[in-house]
Structures are given as structure tokens and as C-alpha cells.
């Protein structure tokens, strides 16, 4: 029934019924609706005889009901209200799922005994297919509201009712169920159509809010999830300062009590310093600094960052952040000391001398006391430097390497001590921390130390016995626990004399050294290196390297000037040069094969150039042009092959689908 249908005519509904079931004649003033409906119902029902009705068993509508909870228990009190507004009126107020089956009803007693007798109770389906035409099974099929009157019905015994529904609809615009009015067909009115609209909107207006307020609910939940899982300081203001929420980290660090803190003011606890403590008054304000905090008349050193929260342009509050310096500092080492794992048992060797240096190295792990690497350059005294630590107690700590020599002279003293924030004109305007605070919990090797100025000596040597270190232009001393390993490839004593070296750190250092001796004195070691080389070497590139005897006597030959580092370097050039894995004399540099009758013995001096064309060419040869493969194994960086590429003309794309022809058959 349509609103403008109004005044109902029952007895011309009754006719139209009449004609319809009996010649199956459609009256074109039928609601649009209700035709297509007793169309539908006509070849599955008998409408003059009573519906077989379908109704639920209880545990299983239990069930059906347990599944729609939240809107049974959402639209309960809308029918209850309403009942109350409509009490005596004669209205059964039921709700449906989106199969028409009853979930629940409500209405005076009287009404209610006569609709259950006629099926409008819980567990009673009342589609389409089971009652005929009726509002409640027209809603949830045509999604849209439905009044059926007396006649329009397509079963007889539902002739003396009207049915009003309207659709529920889920958050994803499907049909959930229906809310319905079921009275006698005299009392039929237009506004009960708009009281069920009303309902069902209000139920669906109050699912999104419940909805909404489970997804805040998460949100805040997960937020809190987030700010637990982080292992610093985190404190959540409004825009008024006040704290509205910490993590655990805040309060056990602060040492605040979070039912004491929240909803007050954060200057109540602590106090920032003057740069945060003015942003909390700029609703722009971004900053991370290193600083000092106030906590209940405590200071606090660490890392903090303030941070506006805004919407648009509407300012929400601020991200209060912090960690102590000693975490900080432990995360920056880890940064940027993160190296392979070495031990003692990977220094290549079987000599006496390097097995006596890796018992004196064994021995210098078990204590925390400085060590002093003596040596050539190239003996590996870095490598041997990082063994030590890894052997020690302090294995789990940063291990910092610092080349003295590598830094200006007016910068160590800043690298190695830090500085406070504004103490030089140019100088950093934050506080930056020193290596040695950086290496707190680890080990810090200063290479080639005897570069070091005096007056920076003498800072080491008060770190070494005190453990505490002051910052240029700090006023305070820090506690740092650091191992210090040093290394020099120099007379330390001559430069002792000569004044240009401290004694008293000397002596310190000296206690425990540690002489790493010439390759030239082991000779013996060199077929364990170069062992050691080729592995590495395997693992880079995939390809398995080998040496001839008459080139390992060459290089067990040669004085190796540069010690181990330059054998690390002739072999790898060596394993560029070599076409099939084998490395022998034509490979090796002219200084070393030094005049033998070998292949090109007698050929004139070539260009640098030349040479380096030629092993470029190799390698593409070699690795079908792969640029990567052939960067690793000529020892260059991508960016840098590139340019030798493009300066000798050479495509890497033309080697890409050749093929090496191995030589076979050699011998070691």
C-alpha cells in the first residue's frame, strides 16, 4: 500500500484479491509491489488455504540469535520504546534477520496471542516463499520500506492485518535484517510507515556508532600496544601540556606514578630544558636534541624529541620522547661498529711467531686492561685488534676503530672526548658524545695512536685511569667502561725520547703488547693465507680458485714489503687476471715473478692502461658481462667500472652470450 492510497478501501482490496486468484487478473491501481509479489506467489501457493509454516527449533534459533547479537541487542530498546509509545494501540513490534525468520517480538498481550496464532513468533520464517506477499518478507527483498494491507496479502488468512517493515542495512549497505509493525487492517495508517523507517534508521545510526566505537577502541588499543613495545620515553600531551598517556618505559624511567601524572600538567613533574620547554607553547614545534631533564628535582641526561601532534590546522598536543644517553650511545655503536664476526682461530697461520701471538692475544682477552699492537703496517694488527675483542667479555659490546692518523689533528680531541653543544663559534650546536662514549660496554682501537697530540694523550691516559671522560666545554664528567686497544707501526720508545710521546700513557699501553712480526719472517704462513683469500674470494664471486706450485714458491720467495695486505692484493688481482681458476706465474705482478722465462717475459713494459683494459676484458669474458660479478673481482665499485667501461669502449652486453673455454688438465 502506498501512502497516497490513503483512505484505505478494504473491501475494493478484497475485490482485486477476488479477481487476481480467480482469473488471474492483475488491477492496474495495485501497489506496484504487491503485484509482482502475487505474481510470484501464485504458481508455489494456495492462497485461500493456511501456510505450512517453517519454524526454527530452539537450539538452533539460540544460535541464529547468538550470531546477530549486536543487533538484537541494539534494536531491543528502540522496540521497547516503541511499544511504550504506542502501548494500546494493538501493534506487534517484531524484528527479522535477512532471511525473514523472527528474532524477536514485542507488544501488548492481547495482540500478541492473536499474531502468534497466525505465525508471528520467534523462529517463524516469513518470506516470501513461505507466508506470500507480506511488508516484513517485501522489505528485506526489494530493499526498501513496505506496508501490505488486509486483501493485499496474497494468503486469505492474513487478509485481516497490516504488515509495515522496513530494511536494516549493515555497515556494507547489505540487507541485516528488518524491523516490522503488525496490526489489524482497520487500523491501518500511513505514519506507521514512517515510524518503522524511523526505527530502522535509528538501529543502523546505532550500529555505526557501536562499530565506530570498537574501531576507536582498537585504535587506542593498538596505539598503547605500539607505545609499550618501545624501549624509550614516551609521554602523549594535549594541547595544554597535560599528560593524557604514557608507557611503562615513561613511568618506570621518569619513576612517575601514571595515576598520579595523568590529566595534569607535565611541568607539575618535570621540567624540560628551555628550548622544549618553549615549544610546548608552538603548535609547529619539531625537535630532537641531546638535553637534560628535571624529574622531581633529579636531572636526567639523554636524547629528546618534542613533536606537534595537528589535523589540518587544528592543533591536537605534542610527542614527548626521551632516552637516556647510555641506550642511545649503546645504538649508535651498534650502528656504526657492526662488523663480521673474527676470532683468533681465523687468523690464518701455523708459523711459532703468529702462534705465539695468539696465545698472547688469548690471553690479553681475559683481562680488561689496554693492549698495545706493534707492527709493520699491513700485518693485520686491525683484524687481530677485532679478535681480541670478540674473544673477550666484551664480545657483546660496540667495537669502535678510530685511524688517528686518517683525522686532522684539531679534530681528534672532539672525535675521541665529544663536545658540548655550542662550544665552538662553527662547532655542532647540539651536545655530540665521543667515541670513547660511544664504546661504553665495548672496546675502542685507536690505530696508529703515536698521531695523536699530546694534550689528546693526556685526556686518554685520565679516561684510562678514572673511566670518566669530559666533553670539550662540558662541565661534568661521564662514566664510560671501555677497553682500549692501540696500535702503532712505529718506534714508540724513540718518540718517547724524542718527547713526542707520552710516557706514562706508553707504559700504560705497554704493559700488555703484542708484537705482530713480518710476513717475511713466516713465510710458512703464506699458503694458509692465501687458503684463507680464496675462500673469501669463493664466497664473493661462486668460483673456485687454486694456485700452481712454481707461483706459491714465487710469492714464499718474495720479501712482501706491504705484508699480509699485499699479498690480500696480489692474490685478488691475481684471481681477476685468471681465466679458469688457476692462478699461476703469468698472473702474478712482474715484481715478484722478477725476471723468470715465463709467458710475455720478454715483452716491453705495457701501459697502465693497457694492463687495466686487458683485465676488464678478462672479467667480462669471464662472468658473461655481468657488471656486478665483474666489480668484486677486479676489486672496483659499480660506479667505478662504469666510467672504465665507457673510457675504453667496452659493452659488458657483447660478452653476455659467450661462453669461457676452461683450460683442464693443470696440476698444483
Partial sequence: MQPWAYPVDLSALRARWQRFVTARQLDPALDPLVAASWARCFPRLNPHAAPVLTCLDEPTLERVRLTLFDLIATARPLMEDLHQFTEGSG??????????????????????????????????????????????????????????????????????????????????????????????????????????????????????????????????????????????????LDARGRVMRLNRTAASVLGLDPSGILGRPLTDHLRLPPAFQDGLSDPQFHREAEGTMIVDGAPLEGWLGLHAVTEGRRHLGFVLTFRRSEQVHRMVARLVGAQAHMTLADIPGRSRSIQQVRQQARAAARTSLPVLLLGEPGTGKGVLARAIHNASIRASGPFLAVSCRAIPRELLAMELLGVEGGTFRNGPTEGRPGKFELAHGGTLYLDEIEALPLEVQAAILRILETGEVMRLGGLRPIRVDVRLIASSSVDLKRLVAEGHFRADLYHLLASTAIYVPPLRERPEDIPLIAEAVFRRLRRESGRTYRITEAAMQRLKTYPWPGNVRELENVLERAAALSEDGWIDLPQLPERIVGGLDVERSAEAIRPVEELEREAILRAAAQYHGRVTAMASALGLSRTTLWRRLKRYGISPAAFRAGRDHRRRGRTR
Fill in 91 to 236: 501493534l506487534a513490534i517484531a524484528l527479522f534477520d535477512g532471511a525473514a525468520c523472527v528474532l524477536d517480538v514485542l507488544g501488548d498481550p492481547e495482540i500478541m496471542r492473536t499474531a502468534e496464532a497466525v505465525g508471528l513468533r520467534p523462529g517463524v520464517y516469513w518470506s516470501e516463499g513461505h507466508v506470500g506477499t507480506n511488508a516484513f518478507a517485501l522489505a528485506l527483498l526489494e530493499r526498501t520500506p513496505a506496508q501490505v494491507v488486509g486483501a493485499e496479502h496474497f494468503v486469505a488468512l492474513y487478509h485481516p492485518w497490516t504488515t509495515t517493515a522496513a530494511p536494516i542495512y549493515d555497515l556494507d549497505g547489505q540487507p541485516l535484517g528488518a524491523i516490522g509493525v503488525m496490526a489489524p487492517a482497520e487500523r491501518a495508517q500511513p505514519d506507521t510507515l514512517g515510524m518503522v523507517m524511523a526505527a530502522a534508521r535509528a538501529i543502523e545510526n546505532q550500529l555505526q556508532a557501536t562499530a565506530n566505537l570498537q574501531e576507536n577502541h582498537q585504535l587506542l588499543a593498538e596505539l598503547q600496544a605500539i607505545l609499550e613495545a618501545m624501549d624509550q620515553v614516551v609521554l602523549v
